[in-house]
């Protein structure tokens, strides 16, 4: 038993010291071991306690490094896992590099064949980049095969020999090895050089595609055969289709449609061409026939050598004619023929195109050339028409360069203008004044009004017409029929040829196609009635003149709230755009409305001032089924309508067509009342009958019928063609034109100023007063309180950009210095210090910086930029312009030139001289430098004038000039107060006065 005890202590400790790692013996010398010399028999009870007591701590020892030795397996595993999952990471990375650089180059082949405009890139070649294909080979060997020995094997967890615990028990001291990583890319830094490089070159395209998609689409142009033009379309088509990656076929059936006329025919024969062969060949006829440089000088030359001289006056044609030479110019010196039009006698062709004041002035300047023995060039003729279209074309003298060189032309009659928010009515008669001499009797009358001429035979008449050279239309010498501007026909029935019917003779004068019964000596002789009314009525002479139907009904008028009618005629006019009425029909209704000033402008007569009432109406039919309310009606003394023109019932019996028509009549009616087209629902035509050529129509319409057209021969009959123009605002217009040219004040006028400017002159009227010999005005700001934000880092910036600025230049910087100093000093700005410093008023700063005036010996100003902005808002969008009230530079420079004597005077710092509020200074606020060093920390300062860059500032500071004219009007001479309001061109002063004594008065007065 004892031996058995000890056999299975020697197994447990040879499974110890095994486990241990300790080297193995055999069993006799474990024995040996355990059984010693000195033991005993009386020993072996307290030996085997002993023993016991050993194995058990032996054996909490091996659970104890057994758990601790699973623990640490578990660990490794985890470690292994997550190895792998690195490693199957870097592969991921290595194929995702790869495929994106796949993916750019598929992206910038498509670019080529869908864009034209990102062709400046290099396309993608066939074959990879040494980089990519480094690339391709890294990720290949990067990724693990099936099989491959670093693949970890699950294997059963319960395995006692296989499993990572286990094995590591066979020794003594635990030990666990970490597996070696294999290297990779990761850790070749040219390898991931070459990746970095990889994915920039790929963003770099990726950018630059987004940047070509979101470009608006280039429209390419056609070529119409032009030499001009072709190397702007073979530019644009090149750079759209010709560099893109398309087949050859679709460039030639591009090439074919943007091609037109002369060019697309001479190409059409390569369509049936092999694409390839077809494509170049069309390039080649195109450049031949249109692109070769001998035709685009060519065709340059006779573009600018040819065609008619430049009017005097046309300053349009003459900047387009400088802009052609300058191509031309720049065209023939990049191809090399500059000598085309460089010589002299191509010179004089082009010379020959400027206006009449131009040539002279250029044979002056080849004066000089000639004094140093030289001749002109050609690029001295371009130098000089492109000078003289710059001047011609001066945006603010250009006008009176123009005026100045205006040809005369012969006196017309008055053109007829459509002013805005104007309305338009054929209504009045005109009359035909010509004052010219009888070429039969040498009356002040035309051939048309000779007694004697008209006494005579058509054969003596038509005699007398060709031996003076007459035209036989208009009875006037001096030109031909088809320079006559008189297109009448002959009014005799059936003749229709271009002559005066007194020249007609009487064997071709039919009978009357109406019937109507005339004397057979009226056809012989042709008599003339003058009728001439205070409306100016034209009676046309001679025989058969037709009398002629306009669209006149009966109707009844009444006023809107009214209820007594008036029976009267209306004419439906569709030529006019307002309706009206006489005043007598307004004073039998008893209608008052407001009176207003209107523009009537006819034929003879442009822009007549009239007083007028608008009134409402409201029009009936006859039988009373059909309503209209006329909303604005103007007043008229009387409407200049002929009651010739009204349609009887006998005018409509005469006509088959018109038999069942039935037309009011009004006992000694007059046409009272005209509708024009501001009121569509009384002119609408609901049926129209009509009859043969030249027959009358009749129109019905809700207020009735109405008869339109020749109604039959009369003997004298007034033609109705005048031109009404009604301007609603002439006597807003007229005072302020009466204002500009007296120089009164403008302040006060309510028209030709906008809301905003309104608000600005009654504010300023308001708050004005007189503070220490100067007027204190407030900003107009759109919006009280102001919402203005804190711009104080903006000023900062400007202030520090400015200092740079003057560190460079000193003379700049003493002078800026100064003019600092000078503002304080004057009390045109102030030191914000103390509790100033900080208020709840709104606060906003201005940079400021030196403008140089060169035409000043070099004078300088300090602006402040009201302009500047911060969060989207600047001073001058939150202030109020306020109205223009400057004197016009023309009318100053006028009268300035009235008189003998010449006065010239200045305000001083004008607009410093008007004071700002107290309560809107702080918007004024500004950054400067003690002393102006730049090394210390700049002040606040604030305006307490108002600055020079502030939109309001002219006008404010106008009013106040015009204000102290106003103010002390009784204080001084009128002459003295007259200047100040209308010599002043903002702080000019440009007077002229008779004698020498007014000269001194007003100086010292002013």
Known sequence: MYADNMSVVSSGEHSVKHHDGDSTCGDGERQGELVRPEDS?????????????????????????????????????????????ELKLRQRKQELALKTTMDMAKAEKLVYAIDEDCLHMTPPNSTPSPALSDKQESSKDSVPEAGDEQTPQKEPRNSPVDSPSNTTLKNEEPSVDKPKTTPTDDDNPQKQASLLELVKRGQ????????????????????????????????????????????????????????????????????????????????????????????????????????????????????????????????????????????????VKL????????????????????????????????????????????????????????PQKPEMRPKVTRPDKTSYALVTNSKMNEHVTCVMCKGNHTLFGCSEFKGKTPEERFNFAKAERLYYNCLRPGHVSSACSLHRVCSVTGCGKRHTKFLHPLKQTPSSSVGDARPAGLEATAQSSFTETDLGTSCVTGVGVYRVALPIVAVKVSAVDGHCSIDTYALLDNGSTSSFCTEELASQLNIEGKRQSLTLTTMTKAKVKT??????????????????????????????????????????????????????????????????????????????????????????????????????????????????????????????????DAAESLYD??????????????????????????????????????????????????????????????????????????????????????DDCVTDAAIWYLPHHPVLDSGKQGKMRIVFDCAAKHNGQSLNTQTISGPDLTNKLLGVLLRFRQEQVAVLADIRAMFHQVRVS????????????????????????????HPFGGTWSPSCCSFALRRTAEDNRQDFHPDTVGCVKRSFYVDDCLVSLATEAEAIRVSREL
């Open 41 to 85: 028999a009386s020993q072996l009870s307290s030996r085997t306690s002993t023993t016991k007591s050993s194995l058990g701590r032996t054996r909490k020892r091996l659970v104890a490094k057994m758990a601790a030795l699973e623990a640490e397996a578990a660990s490794l595993r985890e470690m292994q896992a997550i190895e792998l999952e």
């Open 204 to 347: 770099q395209q990726q950018r630059c595609l987004l940047a070509t998609m979101q470009l608006p689409r280039a429209e390419l142009p056609t070529f119409d055969g032009n030499p001009l033009q072709y190397w702007t379309f073979l530019r644009a088509f090149e750079n759209s289709v010709d560099n893109a990656d398309i087949d050859v076929n679709a460039k030639l059936i591009r090439l074919l449609k943007y091609c037109t006329g002369k060019a697309r025919k001479i190409i059409e024969c390569c369509a049936i061409m092999q694409p390839d062969v077809g494509y170049q060949r069309a390039k080649a006829l195109l450049k031949e026939r249109f692109g070769s440089d001998y035709v685009i000088a060519e065709a340059w030359v006779n573009k600018v050598t040819k065609g008619a001289p430049l009017a005097s006056h046309d300053k349009v044609g003459l900047r387009e004619y400088a802009d052609d030479l300058k191509v031309c110019k720049e065209t023939l010196d990049t191809m090399g023929y500059t000598q085309e039009i460089g010589t002299q006698g191509v010179m």
């Open 351 to 406: 010379v020959e195109k400027l206006p009449s004041y131009l040539r002279n002035r250029w044979i002056k300047h080849v004066r000089g050339f000639r004094k140093s023995n030289k001749s002109p060039k050609i690029v001295n003729l371009v130098e000089f028409v492109e000078d003289a279209a710059q001047e011609a074309n001066d945006p603010v003298y250009g006008n009176l360069h123009v005026s100045a060189y205006k």
């Open 611 to 740: 007083e007028t009432t608008v009134v409402s109406l409201v029009v009936n039919s006859f039988d009373q089924q059909g309503a209209v309310n006329l909303d604005k009606v103007y007043t008229r003394h009387s409407l200049p309508i002929n009651d010739d023109n009204i349609a009887e019932p006998e005018d409509i019996k005469k006509w088959p067509h018109l038999q069942d028509i039935s037309i009011p009549q009004v006992e000694k009616g007059k046409v009272h009342l005209l509708i024009g087209q501001d009121s569509p629902e009384a002119l609408v035509p609901l049926e129209v009958r009509s009859g043969e050529t030249k027959a009358p129509y009749a129109t019905r319409t809700r207020l009735g019928w109405s008869l339109n057209g020749p109604l039959g021969m009369s003997r004298r009959a007034a033609v109705t063609s005048s031109y009404v123009a009604v301007d609603d605002t002439l006597e807003q217009q007229l005072q302020r034109f009466w204002k500009l």
């Open 749 to 834: 006028d309510d028209k030709g100023m906008s809301v905003q400017d309104k608000r600005a002159i009654a504010l300023w009227e308001k708050t004005v007063c007189l503070k220490d010999g100067h007027y204190e005005l407030p900003i107009p700001f759109k919006n009280n309180p102001q919402r203005l934000a804190d711009n104080r880092m903006v000023a900062e910036q400007r202030l520090t950009s400015l200092g740079r600025r003057l560190k460079r230049d000193c003379q700049l910087k003493a002078r800026y210095t100064e003019g600092m100093k000078e503002l304080v000093g004057n009390g045109y700005a102030e030191v914000v210090v103390g």
């Open 918 to 945: 107290p309560e809107n200074r702080d918007v004024l606020r500004y950054l400067w430098w003690p002393d102006g060093d730049t090394s210390l920390e700049p002040a606040v300062h604030r305006m307490t004038a």
